[in-house]
């Protein structure tokens, strides 16, 4: 499986000498309405791969933003089905832009493995990232979702040694999410020397795109970490852009360019990031 909309876009930003900007919003949050406004605004702000999350009631690395924004969608009624209709929707004008589903196994267990990556395919979603799936348990999603025709996508983190990463690599396909810091989303500023090291030392064990991500929140340390990186990945910073334009927890008319305005000053750094 090597010609996808993800493996087209990581080409495509490639030959523009240039690093993808990957971004990351919460399914229904603030609402479901508002939701796929958001998603509607991220291509055409900069946005290269957008990461949709898949809210869970337990989301145990995720930190205090992006939980807020999965218990938002949640309270305002977001289930999976609805999560894989988001993706439809959106499907309906835009073609182009990849999807990944990112999130936890338990709502996907709950839904019925095969249900579900037969419903998301049919959607126009081209990847997973499901965090809590160690390689040892591939047989459980990752080995159907690559025959069904979807990418599945590991996290790589500063503590995956040189013995553990091959394992982690092995049935990975579309890109590598390296973790840039220990911890939870949104916890702390990587360091863009290590962030380099990592991605050289990763880059030994795969020809996959690379993309970084967790503390990456604004347009100057998206361009230090795209000096290296094949792709930088924005979630906490842009949900929390979503929180800051609600209104007693409901959307307004802010909430939408609030999002663009942060992706577009974004994309402007990914941009800069080898020029």
């Given amino acids: 499986m090597t010609d996808t909309r993800i493996s087209r876009r990581f080409a495509a930003v490639a030959a523009q000498g240039r690093p993808a900007l990957v971004t990351f919003v919460m399914a229904g949050d603030p609402d479901p309405a508002a939701s796929l406004d958001v998603l509607k605004a991220l291509p055409a702000a900069g946005a290269d791969v957008i990461e949709v999350g898949m809210p869970f009631s337990d989301p145990m690395a995720d930190g205090p933003a992006i939980q807020a924004a999965g218990l938002r969608a949640l309270h305002a009624g977001q289930t999976l089905a609805k999560t894989i209709e988001l993706v439809r929707a959106f499907r309906e004008g835009d073609e182009a832009t990849p999807?990944?589903?990112?999130?936890?196994?338990?709502?996907?267990?709950?839904?019925?493995?095969?249900?579900?990556?037969?419903?998301?395919?049919?959607?126009?979603?081209?990847?997973?990232?499901?965090?809590?799936?160690?390689?040892?348990?591939?047989?459980?999603?990752?080995?159907?979702?690559?025959?069904?025709?979807?990418?599945?996508?590991?996290?790589?983190?500063?503590?995956?040694?040189?013995?553990?990463?091959?394992?982690?690599l092995e049935n990975t396909s579309g890109f590598v999410y390296y973790v840039s810091i220990t911890g939870i989303t949104g916890a702390a500023k990587p360091d863009a020397a290590r962030v380099a090291e990592a991605v050289g030392r990763i880059k030994r064990h795969t020809d996959l795109p690379v993309a970084v991500g967790f503390g990456v929140r604004d347009a100057a340390t998206a361009q230090e970490i795209g000096r290296n990186a094949d792709g930088v990945v924005v979630g906490s910073a842009i949900v929390q852009a979503i929180a800051g334009s609600l209104d007693e927890g409901h959307a307004t008319a802010k909430t939408v360019p609030a999002v663009a305005a942060l992706v577009e000053d974004l994309a402007r750094g990914v941009r800069a990031a080898r020029a």
């Fill in 99 to 168: 999807i990944v589903l990112m999130g936890y196994y338990n709502p996907i267990y709950v839904y019925g493995p095969e249900r579900f990556l037969a419903d998301a395919k049919a959607a126009g979603v081209d990847g997973l990232i499901v965090v809590d799936l160690p390689p040892e348990a591939d047989d459980e999603l990752c080995l159907p979702a690559l025959a069904s025709g979807l990418n599945f996508i590991r996290l790589a983190t500063p503590t995956t040694d040189d013995h553990r990463l091959p394992t982690v």
